[in-house]
């Protein structure tokens, strides 16, 4: 599986806008059913499963670990900088607490420079060595910009 995180919804305004469902139109309805009804997995749901979190020191990325991490899974979680990443490790385990059975990996990447993602290949190897250990990868490393702007690696 394989994730993008482009957008947060906010949920309540969805909702607010199903409980007026009748005032809207009927593909405007369907637009809004596809995201409200959400039911989340059970804990344990991910026992045994490795998640990968690509910019996770923070925001979406740190919240969905935080989840993975409470549904079993081990998470393999980045940032640009080491610390960050350890500080997200310590936010991880103790907001899932002492009955976590997972693992929490912490690696370093910058999605701006080729040298940093050839790096982190290297390291992710040593922490899974078969690439079919991967059950989700969520590519969520980044950030805003009010402009175009190309990296110093030129994408
Ligand atoms: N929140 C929203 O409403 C919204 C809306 C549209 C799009 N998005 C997108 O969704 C993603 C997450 O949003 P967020 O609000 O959670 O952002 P955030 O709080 O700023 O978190 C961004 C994460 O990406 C990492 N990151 C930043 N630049 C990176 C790079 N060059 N290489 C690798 N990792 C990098 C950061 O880690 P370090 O700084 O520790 O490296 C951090 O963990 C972003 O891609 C954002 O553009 C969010």
Redesign the pocket.
Known sequence: MLLF????LNKSYLHKLCEQKDAMDAPFQRLVGRFVPVSLPSPGSFDGQTVLI?????????AAAVHFAILGASVII????AS?GEAAKRHIIEAVGPSYNGDISCLE????SYESCISFMAKLKTVLPDPAMLDVAIL?????NSHWEKSEAGW
């Open positions: 995180t482009p957008l947060t690509a910019g996770a020191s923070t925001g979406i990325g740190l980045t940032s640009r900088v960050r990447l910058d999605l701006e969520n490393g980044g950030m805003v």
